[in-house]
DNA sequence: CTTGACACAGAACAGGCGTTCGGGTATCAT
DNA sequence: ATGATACCCGAACGCCTGTTCTGTGTCAAG
């Protein structure tokens, strides 16, 4: 029968040096020495520690520069944090419904999402929860969006006057962008291109706000 | 008088230093140590590097943990590969011409920069040449851009058919942002807004291809 | 010409740091 | 009992690295 004395995967030692890791190089702006390592982990000896950094190297946990001082950095949760991830939940178009990400969290793939610099994000909406959509279709052109922008959400069933916000309207059976105000018995949804003129939903009629819009990001490529 | 063997401010030694810095960072994940940075820059002793390293220093560009090995960093130009900073060279205008960024390099400031996460760069337009500006008023709707949009250009003075392009009409006294095609005996600028017709410039009028555009972020504050 | 700030080289020092080696002590399967 | 395995210690080795000190040549100001 195999040793069970630790949990197989990561011990509690690992997870402690790796917190310490982390810590660090949040505080020092550079990485731990192994002596360093060995002392805040009450580990006397560094050969101990090394011999843990191998073992944490072999699984992926870190990465080293032999031979060179202070060469560890964290691999996994990329400690820099100058950049926000955003999960990419899927497309936006008028005639569907707007996929919102299941309220359980699902990990989301890396490959489907996007980064932004923190320091892009309005007003500090830097809450976790950000999904972002791509727009399919030039429908949304009222809404100053074009075909292959990505919308940066908030998910929300809420919202302020003033903010703008994709809503469903299952009775129109369409999904738009707007600005959202409340009026004394209606909806007023004000597009963004001031040109335009807004439309009114009357309170009887089904408004679904999904979330509210924070960042509209568009790589312009070439006209087809 | 003053001696003026170096401008005054960050001399080509220093520059250089700098430079190499970000570079190797950006490759071995860890900032180079005092020998590396000599070996690199042609100087054959450490103190003379150290000399340097302390200059920078004192005006700024780097921070130094002294004692601790490779403990320096570049404190301005944030050396994390993975955003690219764009610096803001002012608003961009209906009525006003472009203002693009002097032909030699101007030291920008930090504080009227963006940034742009890497992986959001469009076709590995990943050239150091990019600025941004602001977009000021409601003029450029029809460009799909709006009042407080932020468009990143690459100055250019040429265009290939297809790019969307920042041009400077003289003859109309207008900055416009189109998709640039060139006909027979005239240009054709296209609105993004696929509901909007283009117009059209005869060759003869003076049309200025001030940069392509390559970009467009909006931050989605609240409607006014 | 002298002076002094400046830019640089070279060498030496001392401590930081990763590495390695020999030796321990548990726990568990055989 | 015995060996294998995992975990751990201490010390020594030696390179890496920042620091410091002495010296040299240049150039502008007095």
Redesign the interface.
């Known amino acids: 029968m195999m040793m069970v004395r630790k949990s197989k995967g990561l011990g509690e030692r690992h997870q402690k040096i790796l917190d310490f890791i982390a810590s660090y190089q949040r505080e020092?702006?550079?990485?731990p020495s192994i002596r360093e390592i060995g002392e805040s982990c009450d580990i006397s000896s560094t050969s101990v520690v090394n011999y843990y950094l191998d073992q944490l190297e072999k699984s992926g946990n870190i990465?080293r520069?032999r031979k060179?001082?202070?060469?560890l950095?964290l691999t996994v949760p990329t400690p820099?944090g100058?950049?926000f991830r955003v999960p990419m939940y899927g497309v936006i178009q008028a005639g569907e419904p707007i996929p919102i990400p299941s309220s359980d969290f699902n990990a989301f793939t890396p490959e489907d999402s996007?980064?932004?610099?923190i320091?892009?994000?309005?007003?500090k909406e830097k809450g976790k929860d950000l999904f972002a959509l791509k727009v399919q279709g030039?429908s949304m052109?009222d809404a100053?969006?074009?075909d292959g922008d990505i919308v940066i959400l908030k998910p929300t069933q809420e919202a302020?006057n003033?903010?703008?916000v994709a809503v469903w309207l299952s009775d129109r059976n369409e999904t738009t962008l707007k600005?959202f105000?409340k009026e004394k018995d209606k909806y007023r949804l004000?597009p963004?291109?001031?040109?335009m003129q807004p439309i009114y939903i009357d309170k009887s009629e089904a408004l679904e706000i999904k979330g509210k819009?924070?960042?509209?990001?568009?790589?312009?490529?070439?006209?087809?």
């Open positions: 020092h702006k550079h990485p990465e520069d060179i001082s202070r060469g950095r820099l100058d950049i996007i980064e932004v610099a320091s892009l994000m309005p007003t030039e052109i100053m969006v074009n302020r003033g903010d703008m600005f105000f004000q963004a291109n001031p040109t819009v924070v960042m509209v990001i568009r790589k312009v490529e070439r006209y087809n």
